[in-house]
């Protein structure tokens, strides 16, 4: 059974980096049919997605957030990593590592809990 | 690119069936048979319910279906159950990304 696993610091000052690896088990990263995405939510709001990477490192981006993230993949340890540069308060929120199936069918199927992640001095 | 719209709350007696509506653009939903639909109960994890507009993962009731009618997608349950109160989210694949929903909560009187 697929488990991914979040991990990161939970309290982030403003202006910092927000960074978090996502640890995946029970199956490879270097799947040839999946990309590995972050997905975040306000407390009390909804869903947005941050981006997605392929095991070769190809990436995706939500325009919206794109200057200000990175996501890398580790394929020797099962990992992959998110990186969000000068944040703000607007930052916290649950953010969940994913797998995002863009093959034969579209959808994300795998989630990790989530880690709770918030910007304050 | 900009968040789908689903109606805020909907709610339904059990057995009974309920339907969350989900409308995009003729960029996202209009453009991709690539819809899909998550269940997140309260302090949980979000979970695919329903992929590709109507299709369901192994494990998920048939009581859930999905459907697509130019820009705006469906979500129905049928005969509802007390564990079907959550909020669900709908997602569209567009050029290379995912937009969602703002999410609807659903109530089971």
């Known amino acids: 059974q697929l488990q991914l696993q979040e991990s990161g610091p939970g309290l982030v000052k403003p202006s910092e980096t927000l960074s978090l690896t996502c640890t995946v088990s029970?199956?490879?990263?270097?799947?040839?049919?999946?990309?590995w995405g972050w997905i975040r939510q306000p407390p009390g709001k909804g869903l947005e997605w941050i981006g997605s990477?392929?095991?070769?490192?190809?990436?995706y981006y939500n325009p919206s957030l794109k200057s200000r993230v990175t996501i890398s993949v580790d394929t020797s340890k099962n990992q992959f990593s998110l990186k969000l540069s000068s944040v703000t308060a607007a930052d916290t929120a649950v953010y969940y590592c994913?797998?995002?199936?863009?093959?034969?069918?579209?959808?994300?199927?795998?989630w990790g809990q989530g880690t709770l992640v918030t910007v304050s001095s | 690119q900009s968040a789908l719209t689903q109606p805020p709350s909907v709610s339904g007696s059990p057995g009974q069936s309920v339907t969350i509506s989900c409308t995009g653009t003729?960029?996202?939903?209009?453009?991709?048979?690539?819809v899909s639909w998550y269940q997140q109960p309260p302090g949980t994890a979000p979970k695919l319910m329903i992929y590709?507009?109507?299709n369901r993962p192994s494990g998920v009731p048939d009581r859930f279906s999905g459907s697509k009618s130019g820009n705006t997608a469906s979500l129905t349950i049928s005969g509802l159950q007390a564990e079907d109160e959550a909020d669900y989210y709908c997602?569209?694949?567009?050029?290379?990304?995912?937009?969602f929903g703002g999410g609807t909560k659903l109530t089971v009187l």
């Open positions: 029970g199956g490879s990263i270097s799947s040839s049919s999946y990309y």
């Open positions: 997602s569209s694949y567009t050029s290379s990304s995912w937009v």
């Open positions: 994913a797998r995002d199936e863009r093959w034969l069918q579209f959808g994300i199927d795998y």
């Open positions: 590709d507009v109507s």
């Open positions: 003729s960029s996202d939903v209009g453009s991709y048979n690539r």
């Open positions: 990477i392929y095991y070769s490192g190809s990436t």
